[in-house]
């Protein structure tokens, strides 16, 4: 990702013409490491995102909504206390460093004064520090005075640029001869484009190496070869064609797309580039993009990994009940004991350890081994043998329907783990992790100050096929919204022995005919955990005819009158 000086010179010259004096609005705090700035510019409002996170640090005008923190956090606090209303001045790089500088004049009722906002893109390194003549009034991130010894970001202290790197200012031909003769002195073997640029990569301060590579071609291009932009015998050679770059390419903005994927964002015209109205533009929709897949991957990985650590505790549980089940089912035999003991007194003297009798309850016959507590009387004995039956037997009454129950708990967080696992997107996710934290699993988060707005019901899955529509629930809590919605004669189809979306044609009056159902079946299949098979059935009956019992679990349903069709899951 070029998020390098070069790009930075860019797109603080975009950001100075569009935003030099809009007033700022509103200002809020996203997460830890990004602020949105709302400004007027006197033509319209926009939105500023600064970011210094590790990844995905920038600054550029944004079109994608986030939710604020619920609590602004100290930093967001201290700017509304010091830029609310401020006119913005001036926004430009600081020399060819990845800083970009925000002027800005700041009125209140008793003084003004001007401010500045350093946002420094600096990989993990990256932060925004609010200072007033040249001192810190806050930052996003700050140090503690016995982390860092060179430079202190705490209020009161002086505002200092971060140390520079080792390396050459692109705008130093003589300098960056030098290291490129005393490169080239030690090299072997003939230089190529790509050791060429990350020569200049590894040397030259403020460029990242898709940019590096981008010069070296250029530089190539112009003197016909590699080896001639290396001498000063064809035109400008590399060390100064690297300055003349820097300062008067133009700005030509384009999104780098592959396999319909934004894979990174460039201030030139690159192969496989589509070009942007602006760079501002480019760069919101790479880290749009980049953002939105990350945070759906993570969330899908949180919510998996909660679902599968509840199974497995479900599990668990389910193995010792079947355990003491199995154990429990010995209470026959224990009664058999105590029935042939009860009948055998008379030949059983109190000492004994054990006695073998005929056991009369085996078709077969044959004799039984029954061990005995030499402390106790033969009778007692007896009695004990039917004291452990009477308590297999309760064991066995309350432990039958407590494995069902275990069982249908395991089977809907299968059915909540399918729901993940087919998610394409954020919004499929959203309410599935509403259902997670309803079972207590996840801790809901914290509500925004000023109370919870009303929450829009997302929309279900939608297709059309010869004017019919298809419905298909994201997740458990819309199957059972989606049954609801549905009318009488709308046709419902849910796979058969599989976890599965719930999915309804609407009939409005009309005939299904087989060609729309097995279209449904066919997305009914692919969105359930037999996505991977060949021949999945599905069974599919009128809306009527499907019943959601008192009390069950979101999801849950039993149904007469169906039929089943073998399918092919596809959408």
């Not at 010259?13 to 935003?19: D, I, P, S, V």
């Not at 800083?99 to 009125?107: A, G, P, R």
């Not at 997302?458 to 298809?470: A, D, Q, T």
Request: positive net charge.
């Amino acid at each position: 990702m070029p998020q390098d000086a070069f790009h930075i010179r860019r797109l603080a010259t975009e950001l100075n013409t569009f935003l030099k004096g809009g007033r700022v609005n509103r200002i809020s705090q996203v997460n830890k490491d990004e602020l949105t700035l709302i400004i007027y510019t006197g033509k319209s409002t926009v939105k500023l995102i600064l970011s210094a996170n590790a990844s995905n640090a920038r600054v550029c005008l944004s079109l994608t909504e986030k939710e604020p923190a619920p609590v602004a956090p100290n930093f967001c606090m201290l700017l509304r206390k010091h830029l609310q209303n401020a006119e913005i001045l001036a926004v430009r790089q600081h020399e060819f460093e990845r800083i970009i500088e925000i002027d800005l004049h700041c009125t209140t009722d008793f003084s003004e004064s001007t401010r500045t906002l350093h946002c420094e893109l600096m990989g993990k390194y990256s932060n925004v520090v609010l200072t007033e003549k040249g001192v810190i009034l806050g930052a996003l991130k700050t140090t503690a005075l016995e982390d860092s010894t060179r430079r202190v970001l705490l209020a009161g202290a002086k505002y200092e640029y971060p140390v520079p790197q080792d390396k050459l200012s692109p705008f130093d031909g003589a300098g960056m001869r030098s290291r490129l003769e005393s490169y080239l002195s030690t090299r072997m073997e003939e230089v190529d484009l790509e050791s060429l640029a990350l020569f200049l990569f590894e040397n030259v301060s403020g460029l990242a190496l898709p940019t590096a590579r981008e010069i070296v071609l250029r530089a190539a291009r112009k003197a016909g070869s590699v080896k001639n932009a290396l001498s000063s015998a064809y035109g400008a050679p590399l060390w100064q064609f690297v300055g003349d770059f820097c300062l008067h390419e133009p700005c030509v903005p384009c999104l780098k797309m592959q396999n319909g994927q934004a894979v990174d964002f460039f201030a030139f015209s690159v192969d496989g580039g589509e070009k942007m109205p602006s760079l501002c533009k480019a760069e919101d929709e790479f880290f749009t993009r980049r953002e939105s897949k990350k945070g759906f991957e993570d969330k899908k990985r949180k919510l998996e990994n909660t679902a599968r650590g509840l199974k497995k505790k479900l599990t668990k549980k389910l193995q010792d009940t079947l355990e003491r089940l199995s154990e429990a089912e010995k209470a026959e035999e224990y009664r058999v004991k105590g029935e042939l003991l009860t009948a055998n007194l008379y030949r059983i003297e109190k000492g004994m350890s054990g006695v073998e009798l005929e056991n009369w309850y085996d078709e077969k016959g044959g004799t039984v081994k029954i061990t005995l507590d030499t402390t106790l009387s033969p009778a007692k004995n007896a009695q004990r043998y039917f004291k452990i039956y009477n308590k297999h037997k309760r064991t066995a009454e309350i432990l039958t329907p407590m494995l069902k129950n275990e069982r249908a708990e395991i089977e809907y967080v299968d059915s909540v783990l399918v729901s993940i696992a087919n998610a394409e997107n954020a919004l499929d996710l959203k309410e599935i992790e509403v259902e997670l934290t309803e079972l207590g699993l996840l801790r809901a988060p914290k509500e925004r100050v000023g109370g919870k707005k009303k929450e829009t019901p997302l929309p279900y899955r939608e297709f059309e096929f010869e004017g019919f529509k298809i419905y298909a629930g994201r997740n458990n809590i819309q199957n059972d919204r989606l049954l609801r919605d549905a009318s009488p004669d709308d046709v419902w189809l849910h796979t058969q022995k599989y976890h599965s979306a719930h999915v309804i044609i609407a009939a409005r009056g009309g005939q299904v005919r087989d060609e729309i159902i097995l279209r449904a079946a066919e997305i009914c299949a692919y969105y359930s955990d037999g996505r991977d098979g060949d021949k999945i059935p599905v069974d599919y009956c009128k809306r009527k005819f499907v019943k959601k019992p008192n009390k069950s679990k979101a999801g849950f349903v039993v149904y007469t009158d169906y039929k089943t069709v073998l399918v092919k899951p596809k959408l």
